[in-house]
């Protein structure tokens, strides 16, 4: 491109230059610039709400950055008096309205408001202001809702629309009686939300916040006649460094089972080992329903946030759903068999609690699908943020610890165990087996760089023996939503497709370190599981000796009975006691 | 068929009439209100459904205007005006009378037996004859919290029948 092409604007004097950004906010940023904001998330329609990125344009006034679009030879002051004395007094105004129990929210410390009231020194409140008086929703089992710490922000609304295509939450009202709610202000647990927690990643402050199940699990572990073991999630290893000073995509798991071990776990294991176990089971449904052509295509079922979308939106689908438990559901189910059937625990007296990157798996743990008798697979689900809170409030710092390696024989896996935390990663695994298992010959180039990446929509065509298997792979609901309208209209051309609910996959959940204003840390957590994955020395589950030992003494052969009983489950129609059913 | 089949049903052929795109949500609203003098639950979930909305937002929109009411109005329905030109000739002790008189309190806006509503609006266009009130299309003219007695008393006999 020839100098004259070249497009630049000023910011604080100095040139910069632009492309193709949709709005100055870009690239004030990209010129290394910082302009505080509430409300803008870059992957999301710019709202313009908070008024916190506001800058100063020669000849133009004062913009909001997040919804102006750049223009060449545009003269920008981002920290100018007027521009200042505005932030200040929109801070003052939103938290003259909000609920300022700081100390007792849980977002404090990580509280978006509560930084830049700090930052631009908000001392005093002038405005008496006037308090939302609404009740607390805490009736879902990952989300809890508090509308009186809401600032209108929207971020929680357009996330829930454009990534998930629900709108499960929308603005109601208006003026100062505006809030956000579900339809006819109906309870979280009354809808349809499918708990992914997107609403919970994108909230600036502690309105929309994960529920903690923290004291539930120190119960667990301080009751000295049960046996308590844990699972630790693929993406939880990439993310959990974050919060103690170590680089993003850090692969800790070593020091989390360290950190674990010290908490008086019995036994730390890995649903790395499990991803594993669901690739056995699955890769061998998805062989014998292509060998029969029937249900096809076939839904990969590890994400719960997805597999109740189907229940609930489509459940004229849930045949294509993968009747294989999610990895975590499996871990659940087989682990406590053993220990019970095996090693003669009693059930009520072994626990199970999983590290999740999910919200949604809380709700997963409370399918009645996922018990015996009342008592849980799994009993208590802690996301990564309540580890990281649990670990801080234990005093144990993950960055001092030596690395330990997990528990045999649950916590050995492959490299493609370990992938599962990336969208694509499920494909992937299960292509790299399936592979193997129909053609009988060694598939000597592991990575399949197709089904990689954050993008939410990829797709691979392999040859499985002379048939042509194409693999649909996407992530965030709204995309996969697309791809069941192609089922629906019969013009669907592939035959697995795999949905992760979050954008990327399970290493940006809802239950992950916040992370909406730093895109770079999701593709590097993504790394951290790639590069475990290429330097480990098994990577395709069916090596994995400890999966070939369960099958020998326990299982007896992928998708026998007793795999079926253990491993797989049945999905309901949840239409029928859902909201939008008014029959 | 039960009665909710029958105002599911009525719903549905509502938004046919008008057509489901998004565009036209309001227009069905306005039907549906004009039908039921307000916006029944059930068909706002109904309204949502059946457009591919979610009723989320079809509450939102519904909730955002005031011309949409989500509680059921009376058969009487009163517009109080609080117009500038009502509200400096006395409009407040006009609907301070009559929330007194029909015994609406905490923010309640309809009677008991669902005879009267009452709500405010800003300037019928009358301001000659302020203050005034609207009951179901018949304009009041310069109105007092005496007169606002009388009238009520009046209707519920209209209503009774005597």
């Excluded at chain 1, 998708?559 to 029928?576: M, N, P, Q």
Aim: overall charge neutral; charged content about 25%.
């Amino acid at each position: 491109m020839s100098d004259n092409n070249k497009k630049t604007l000023f910011v604080e004097g100095k040139e910069v230059e632009f492309t193709d950004e949709k709005n100055l906010l870009e690239v004030i940023r990209k010129a290394g610039f910082q302009v505080p904001t509430l409300c803008y998330r870059p992957d999301l329609t710019s709202f313009g709400a908070c008024r916190m990125c506001i800058v100063e344009i020669e000849g133009r006034g004062i913009q909001s950055s997040c919804t102006m679009p750049p223009e060449p030879g545009l003269k920008i002051r981002i920290n100018t008096d007027t521009v200042r004395r505005i932030r200040k007094m929109v801070l003052e105004l939103l938290l003259a309205n909000h609920n300022r129990e700081c100390s007792t929210c849980s977002r404090s410390h990580n509280c978006e408001l509560q930084k830049l009231a700090n930052l631009y020194e908000v001392n005093e409140i002038r405005f008496p202001g006037k308090k939302r008086l609404e009740e607390l929703d805490d009736t879902n089992p990952s989300i809890v809702r508090d509308p009186n710490k809401c600032i209108l922000c929207g971020a929680c609304v357009r996330a829930c629309a454009e990534r998930q295509g629900l709108s499960i939450l929308s603005f109601a009202g208006r003026g100062s009686k505006t809030i956000v709610t579900p339809a006819l202000k109906k309870h979280l647990a009354e809808v349809d939300c499918v708990n992914c927690g997107q609403c919970v990643a994108v909230c600036p402050v502690g309105a929309l916040t994960i529920k903690s199940d923290i004291e539930k699990a120190r119960a667990l572990l301080n009751d000295k006649t049960k046996t308590v073991v844990c699972q630790i999630a693929p993406a939880v290893r990439v993310a959990a460094g974050e919060e103690f000073g170590l680089a993003p995509g850090e692969n800790v798991i070593g020091k989390l089972v360290a950190a674990l071990r010290i908490m008086g776990f019995d036994k730390v294991y890995d649903t790395n080992f499990s991803a594993d176990l669901t690739i056995m089971e699955e890769g061998t449904e998805i062989i014998r329903r292509l060998e029969k052509n029937e249900r096809l295509p076939l839904f990969t079922s590890c994400c719960p946030a997805w597999v109740k979308y189907v229940e609930t939106q489509h459940p004229e689908l849930i045949e294509h759903l993968s009747t294989a438990r999610s990895p975590q559901a499996m871990f659940g189910s087989l682990v406590k068999d053993i220990a019970v059937n095996r090693d003669g625990i009693k059930r009520e007296n072994f626990k199970i609690i999983s590290f999740m990157p999910c919200t949604a798996k809380k709700a997963e743990c409370q399918r009645e699908e996922f018990s015996v008798d009342g008592e849980r697979d799994v009993d208590v689900v802690l996301t990564t943020q309540e580890l990281i809170k649990m670990l801080k409030g234990s005093g144990i710092n993950l960055k001092d610890l030596e690395p330990e390696t997990p528990d045999l024989p649950f916590g050995s896996y492959s490299g493609a165990g370990t992938i599962f935390g990336a969208s694509g990663g499920v494909a992937e695994a299960a292509l790299r087996t399936v592979y193997e298992f129909t053609t009988g010959k060694t598939l000597e180039n592991v990575d399949i760089k197709e089904t990689r990446g954050l993008s939410t929509s990829k797709e691979l065509t392999v040859d499985l023996n002379g048939t042509k298997v194409k693999v649909v792979v996407v992530n965030t609901l709204k995309e996969a939503e697309k791809m069941l309208r192609k089922v629906i209209d019969k013009t669907a051309d592939f035959q697995i497709l795999e949905v992760m609910a979050c954008p990327g996959g399970c290493i940006s959940g809802g239950g992950q370190p916040i992370s909406c204003n730093e895109p770079g840390k999701v593709e590097k957590r993504a790394k951290g599981l790639y590069d475990e994955d290429s330097s480990l020395p098994i990577r395709k589950s069916h090596e994995n000796p400890e999966i070939k030992a369960i099958y020998k003494e326990w299982l007896e052969k992928p998708g026998s009975e007793k795999a079926h009983k253990l491993l797989h489950t049945v999905y309901i129609d949840r239409f029928e006691n859902c909201y939008k059913n008014l029959k | 068929m039960s009665s909710k089949t029958i105002f599911l049903e009525k719903v549905d052929a509502i938004v046919d009439s008008v057509g489901n795109a998004q565009s036209n949500l309001i227009a069905i609203l306005q039907h549906i209100q004009a039908e039921y003098n307000y916006l029944p639950e059930d068909a706002i979930i109904r309204i949502g459904v059946k457009m591919g909305i979610s009723p989320a937002t079809v509450y939102g929109v519904a909730t955002f205007y005031s011309q949409f009411s989500l509680d059921p109005k009376g058969k009487y329905q009163i517009k109080c005006c609080d117009g500038t030109a009502c509200h400096v000739r006395g409009s407040m002790p006009t609907l301070n009378a009559l929330k007194a008189k029909l015994e609406l309190k905490d923010g309640k806006f309809t009677t008991e037996d669902g005879l009267f509503s009452v709500e405010t609006v800003s300037c019928l266009g009358a301001c000659g004859l302020a203050p005034v009130i609207v009951i179901n299309d018949k304009v009041y003219p310069k109105i007092t919290p005496e007169a606002v007695k009388i009238i009520i008393d009046t209707l519920i006999k209209e209503d009774r029948g005597e």
